[in-house]
Nanobody, 124 residues
């Protein structure tokens, strides 16, 4: 029913910036809470940022707070992750997650639909 497609990943130098996009189709986007998760090679998937259905409330992991910004565009049914001051530890696959029940939060189990991920590499 719900299709989640990330894009925008690529290579960037440390200290650089990158914007990830996630387009959601097949549902009522404006009612969904959304999130980004990150998984480095050989490590568990970790919460990065969340945004409420209204777009008025956002939360960030301590590791990215002040560097990343999550936002949404309901007209385009797209959620973004603007990443700045990137570090090598930010390298990995970034996944977009959708909570159809508006279960805004950091728990993976609170999200119903997931994208395939987009890879980010931060290196000199």
């Amino acid at each position: 029913q719900v299709r989640v497609v990330e894009s925008g990943g690529g290579w960037v130098q440390p200290g650089g910036s990158l914007r990830l996009s996630c387009q959601v189709s097949g549902g009522t986007f404006r009612k969904y809470a959304l999130a980004w998760f990150h998984q480095a090679e050989g490590k568990e998937r970790e919460y990065v940022a969340t945004i409420s259905w209204s777009g008025l409330n956002t939360r960030y992991a301590d590791s990215v707070n002040g560097r990343f910004t999550i936002s949404r565009d309901d007209a385009e049914a797209t959620v973004y992750l603007q990443m700045s001051s990137l570090k090598p530890d930010d390298t990995g696959v970034y996944f977009c997650a959708v909570a159809a029940g508006s279960s805004y939060g950091s728990r993976q189990e609170g999200y119903d639909y997931w994208g395939q991920g987009t890879r980010v590499t931060v290196s000199s």
